[in-house]
Structure formats: C-alpha cells, structure tokens
C-alpha cells in the first residue's frame, strides 16, 4: 500500500514569489491535514481537509491557503513568499476526522532566498 | 502554558536500557494521544497511539495515559542505537483533525 506523496520533495524560490505544494494521502483515506515544520517554532498545524472542504485551521495569515481535490488529493499554496516561509512543510494523511491516527508524507523543504 | 510540553533533552542512554520519554498536556478535552519518531533529515513516523487510560505494549514500546493527571509517556524497552531519534508526542481533541505536538524529546543511545 503507497504512503504519502509529497511533492515536490525541494523547491527554491524567492520572496515575493508563490509556490505550490502538493499531497496524495494513502489510498483510502479522506483527510489531510498541513503542517509546517521550522526549528524554532517545531510542528505547527496549518489547515485539514476533508471532503473538499476546509475543516479546521491553524493560525497562520491569509497567505497560506490549500484546496482538496475529489479524489482526496490536496494542495496547498503559498503566495507573497517571505523568508520566514522557509521551512518543511509536511502533509498528513488520515483515514477520517476525529480519533483517528494521522500518517505523514516525507515533506516538501521549502527555501525562500 | 504550551499546550504540549517535553523536555527537549537530550536523554542519553546506554544500549540495552529502558528510556522513558514523558510528556504533558493541558486541554482535558484531548482524548487520542500519539508517539511520532523523527530521524534528523526524515519526518515523522507514527510509532505508537493510546486513546484509553492505562498501558498499551507493542513490541519494545509501551504507551502509558493517565488522563487525570494529564499525562502520557513512551517506555523504550531495551533501546537500540537506532532508536536515536527526536520523539514527538502530539494529542488531537475528538472531532478536530488538528494535532498539537510537543517540540520533542532527543534520545541518544549509545552502544
């Protein structure tokens, strides 16, 4: 059974650009959850999907925002990068909502310059 | 007050010996409770999970809850140099598919 894809797995880009982020859970599973990885602040919560809605979401600007495909596949974008962006940016994947354990893809390392 | 805390360690122990790894957490809503180790470079692997009061075993881990005391630990049994990781303790509230971590606790076994 195929984990989580995530890609790309690096991507440089510049302040003021956007970049594109992409997930595809585990086969199955209809819940993807964004987080965003930095030494200082550790594991931070983005946003979930489920059902191509957006359910719940952490607490980070406007900038940062994602979609759910049908298929359960999820993206998520970045705009106006700052570099303060840069960080490891993993997906979550989960078979539902709720109590449920979360598997995680092997992250994109995002780096604003 | 985080609402997850580990102590950031690093905790050394020798092969072959039991690393106790706590952590604490402050919403009592929370009820599922997760064990993620992460290599340096890697991501987070799921290792273990507890959602009811008491021990869960599988294989050389144990899960411990004790929600009253607000408090849940991994018990390393045995430990191997190859269990050097950082080990991420994350809680999730029912309904919500939102994980609050811990920053981490680094373990360093050492032959």
């Known amino acids: 059974k195929a984990g989580v894809t995530q890609t790309p797995r690096y991507l440089i880009k510049t302040r003021g650009q956007q970049v594109t982020l992409s997930c595809s859970p585990i086969s199955g599973h209809r819940s993807v959850s964004w987080y965003q990885q930095t030494p200082g602040q550790g594991l931070q919560f983005l946003f979930e999907?489920?059902?191509?809605?957006?359910?719940n979401k952490g607490n980070f600007p406007g900038r940062f925002s994602g979609r759910q495909f049908s298929n359960s596949r999820s993206e998520m974008n970045v705009s106006t990068l700052e570099l303060g962006d840069s960080a490891l940016y993993l997906c979550?994947?989960?078979?539902?909502?709720?109590?449920?354990?979360?598997?995680f893809g092997q992250g994109t390392r995002l780096t604003v310059v | 007050q985080k609402e997850v805390e580990q102590n950031s360690g690093p905790l050394s122990v020798p092969e072959g010996a039991i690393a106790s790894l706590n952590c604490t957490y402050s919403?009592?809503?929370?009820?599922?409770f997760f064990w993620y180790r992460q290599y340096s470079g890697k991501s987070p692997e799921l290792i273990m999970f507890i959602y009811s009061n008491g021990d869960k075993e599988d294989g050389r881990f144990t899960a411990q809850l004790n929600k009253a005391s607000q408090y849940v630990s991994l018990l390393i049994r045995d430990s191997q140099p190859s269990d050097s990781a950082t080990y991420l303790c994350?809680?999730?509230?029912?309904?919500?598919?939102?994980?609050?971590f811990g920053t981490g606790t680094r373990l360093l076994v050492s032959p």
């Open positions: 979550a994947s989960s078979l539902d909502r709720g109590q449920t354990e979360a598997f």
């Open positions: 999907y489920f059902s191509e809605t957006q359910r």
């Open positions: 994350a809680v999730n509230r029912p309904g919500f598919q939102k994980l609050v």
């Open positions: 919403d009592r809503g929370s009820q599922s």
